[in-house]
């Protein structure tokens, strides 16, 4: 029997234990999980990159999985902890909208952790990642299901996402994204360009004036 398989993506950083501390929950209650890093540099408090990282690996993941993802400036407010089921996959984290692009996907249920019996003892209240969010992931990767934690909810929160406007043989989009490379990632799809241009005809992009009429599908195609 294949190990469950739990990720983990926080804006903690790599200098402190706090990443440290949540693997050991996660391994108190499921000894055998394997335990992945996504990434540990999401800006801190920054709920909108943490949803778009979520949305670049999780496709890429089995059946089973279990995410735990953890960027969370209301630690400590009346906000609520959830734990999403769809497409297969798990994840637990803040409801704050980290999972919008998850819930916009596909079918999801949504539970809220209120069942305590799950939870570390003596829950901080700055430190729900550790306390809450990874004690139920460890319980979930054990075998506990899924409706044990909480009861299933209906609203969960979702992030305002910018929809690209189509005007005729036009599109208005957004940088929703910049990567580690340089690289801006708009909120316009291959099937927003489809639909008003077919393949090879002309196009002009035009980015805070600058105008370019000329796509390159790698680096070595620039000069």
């Known amino acids: 029997m294949k190990p469950p398989l739990v990720t983990l993506a926080t804006d903690f950083g790599e200098r402190d ?20 890093d996504i990434t540990h540099a999401i800006p801190p ?3 909108d990159f ?6 670049t690996y999780v496709p890429f993941y089995p059946a089973g999985t279990i ?3 953890v960027v969370d400036p209301g630690v400590g407010s009346t906000r609520r ?3 999403v089921e769809s497409e297969g996959q798990y994840f637990v984290g803040p409801d704050n909208g980290l999972f919008s692009f998850v819930l916009a996907g596909g079918k999801s ?12 003892e ?12 990874s004690s139920v992931a460890g319980y979930l990767a054990a075998g506990t299901p899924v409706t044990d934690f909480g009861p299933s909810i209906d609203h969960p929160v979702v992030l305002p996402h910018p929809v690209p406007r189509i005007e005729g043989d036009r599109i208005h989009g957004e940088v929703i994204h910049v990567d580690h ?8 799809s291959h099937e927003d360009i489809a639909s008003i241009a077919r393949p090879g005809a002309n196009f002009r992009l035009t980015i805070l004036g600058r105008r370019l009429d000329m796509l390159h599908t790698c680096y070595a195609d620039v000069p």
């Open 81 to 83: 902890g959830i734990v």
């Open 50 to 55: 943490g949803a778009f990282i979520l949305r």
């Open 17 to 36: 234990g706090y990443v440290g501390a949540m693997k050991g929950v996660i391994l108190q209650r499921c000894p055998h999980a394997q335990v992945i």
């Open 181 to 188: 490379f340089g690289n801006l990632i708009t909120n316009i």
């Open 109 to 120: 249920h949504v539970f809220s952790l209120t069942n305590r019996a799950y939870f570390r």
């Open 45 to 47: 408090q920054n709920v």
């Open 67 to 69: 995410h735990v993802v």
């Open 122 to 133: 003596g829950v901080s209240q700055t430190f729900h990642g550790r306390d809450i969010f």
